[in-house]
């Protein structure tokens, strides 16, 4: 049972339930992977320019966080009549009590509002016609809507049992207690995600007491020995996944304490028969422990195990005269990254080709290396693709209906490839759901409109045949559809807008597109709809969005401020006013960038620092440090974030008191924790200080 928390309230509730800790559960989401250093590096810019380094985290909560959130906890029967829906409360397990034998509306039918239950499949709310239900109510739920009313709801039996537990474990306050109580009961439970065992997971993250962390690794020592022999004994591969799966969540947990003593414990799960659980061992030693004591040598004895070996070959190579094979650092794409290092850009070109023509390599995998080669791309690159890459997307785009995944990176490398023959997948995406593609359908008609009267015609006609779909519905449908429909015909054809379609077009509609109606015939366009919209706070936000696309297309200094203007309007389009600011470039935006780190409001500045940080490289350096030590400037995350590219071991003493779980009171932990492997990395680092490389490998017993 996996429930992804991204609606409201949960966003305030998960703030709310992170304030009664010290310690804020900000767990990466994603599995570690064997990767090069470089290939790592390239994968975090890549997180970088996505924004993903202040993204919410959304996440299944744990049933201790789900019942810490709740104001009334209560069980009893769910039934309907005409009039409404209610629970005959049993029992009160938390909150008032006595709301005991007592019949309550699930609906809050006293609001001006109300609405009935009609979720299914949903386990927030509770299930209509069921005896002996779990109900968690939210904080001030008496005066919520149904929609917000409830926090999380249980059924079956194991789970309510488990409840009752729960909610007697979480009230211990002396951690030590809580947690042996917690493995007594999770010990007991199946190798997955049951609720003891996650419970237990959930707490590490916000643990106080240092005294409290050897139950952790007693914990995790018998757990991994439960799961040797869960190993021998299934033979379900579905029961393993799940098995590993928890034990991964366990390791992890532990690993971002970057605690010391989890060290032994970690080089002992090198020798785990689980290739899954060795690898997480030594990702966990080879960045968050390297040059603690036992680490190296636990490296040397098994530098040759399977999901080892990768971590174990660098590690050694960077301390000692040994070179072993690593086929991740002899990837192709590692190796043309090098070459572009070193300004050999023309043998970088021939292995992004070779890419391009491998059987075994997937359309995302081309598309990515499509990417990588227009950087450094001629016009000979770009025939290559039309030639090579061009047939697969017109097949992948004939194949799919409406949505393909890979869309915003198809429509991003056809707009640099100025050839006729992309035309037909560029008509083909104007002819998807523009609800689920509404950036590459802005985009398809930017590209369009500059392949000749001939496409624009072809443009035309299926606009116009949309437009004609709709009013044969007798509605309008989609994703605010005939908005954006009237916006590709301003850029297309604008002569179309005005009459022939005006019993579809409402005035008000029309009202949306107005300053749009010279575009196509303006000298200067970025100038044009700079002038058009001094003032964009009224401005509807799909028109918005066209804006911000057509600037990105542009690249034209000119609509700098326009683009700020957006900026500071609203946080709905700050990805996509980040890539357009990235398009512009050049010194005025850098400048601009700068002058916003003292905004007051976050979104702002965190798009400047990024969009900075992207442009200028290591000039941001000064700022970042400013940052994480005046409050009132920057962002402290977004500051940790670049430190790990920009960082100097100049940075360490503050990043290594930051890193220091017990004593950091705040989220900043697993931020500076990052940015500290960073100026590791690249600056040759461990926790002792510069690393020595010495002459002559040890030789110890190898492992499995």
Known sequence: MVVLICQYPYFEEISKLSSNHNKVNNLPSNKPVIISRLVLLLSLVFCFITGLSHATRYRHLSMGEYSQLAELIVIGDTYKDKNDQYIKITQVLKGDKSFRHKTISLTNKHLDRPNRI??????????????????????????????????????????????????????????????????????????????????????????????????????????????????????????????????YDLMRAINETADLRAVPFFVSALDSNSEEVRNTAAHALYFTYPGAPGVTEAFIRFKDTQGVHEFAAQYLALRFDYKDSNPLAEHPLYIANKLIEQGKLQAARRIYHQQLVLNEATLSDKLFTAQALLNISNEGDKGYLVQHLLPEIDAMLMTEKNYFPNLDRVIDILTEIPNQARLPAVLRILELKINQNQKAFIKAVFVVATMGDSAIRQAESIILNRLSNIKYKGKIYGCCQDLHLLLALMWLNPD???????????????????????????????????????????????????????????????????????????????????????????????????????????????????????????????????????????????????????????????LNINCDFWQTNNDLHDWACRARYGIWDRHDYDLNGPIKKVSGLPIMSRGK
């Open 118 to 247: 009609t979720v299914a499949g949903s386990y927030r709310f509770p299930p209509i016609g069921e005896k002996n239900v779990a109900v968690l109510f939210s904080e001030d739920w008496q005066n919520r809507r149904v929609f917000d009313m409830f926090v999380y709801s249980y059924t079956d039996k194991d789970d309510i049992r488990n409840l009752k537990k729960m909610l007697a474990i979480i009230d211990v306050d002396n951690e030590s207690r809580r947690l042996k109580k917690l493995m007594k009961f999770a010990l007991q439970e199946p190798l997955s995600n049951s609720a003891m065992r996650e419970q237990f997971v959930t707490e590490i993250a916000y643990l106080e007491d240092p005294k409290s962390f050897p139950v952790v690794l007693a914990y995790f020592e018998q757990v991994l020995m439960q799961h040797e022999k869960f190993l021998q004994k299934t033979s379900s591969s579905e029961a393993k996944s799940l098995a590993e799966e928890y034990l």
């Open 496 to 654: 179309q807008v005005a009459q022939p379609h005006a019993e579809i077009f409402s005035d008000e509609l029309y009202n949306h597109v107005r300053p749009f109606s010279s575009v196509s015939t303006v000298d200067d366009e970025a100038k044009f709809l700079a002038t058009q919209f001094k003032d964009i706070n009224d401005v509807n936000p799909i028109v918005k969005l066209w804006l911000i696309q057509r600037i990105t297309f542009l690249k034209d200094e000119q609509a700098l401020p326009l683009l700020l203007k957006l900026l500071t309007a609203d946080s709905n389009h700050d990805y996509q006013i980040h890539k357009a600011l990235m398009a512009i470039g050049g010194e005025s935006t850098q400048n601009a960038m700068v002058s916003l780190f003292s905004d007051p409001r976050k979104w702002v500045r965190t798009t400047a620092i990024k969009v900075y940080a992207k442009l200028a490289g290591e000039k941001i350096l000064p700022y970042l440090r400013k940052m994480i030590t005046d409050e009132n400037y920057g962002d402290k995350h977004e500051a940790l974030t670049y430190l790990y590219y920009y960082g100097t071991p100049e940075d360490l003493p503050y």
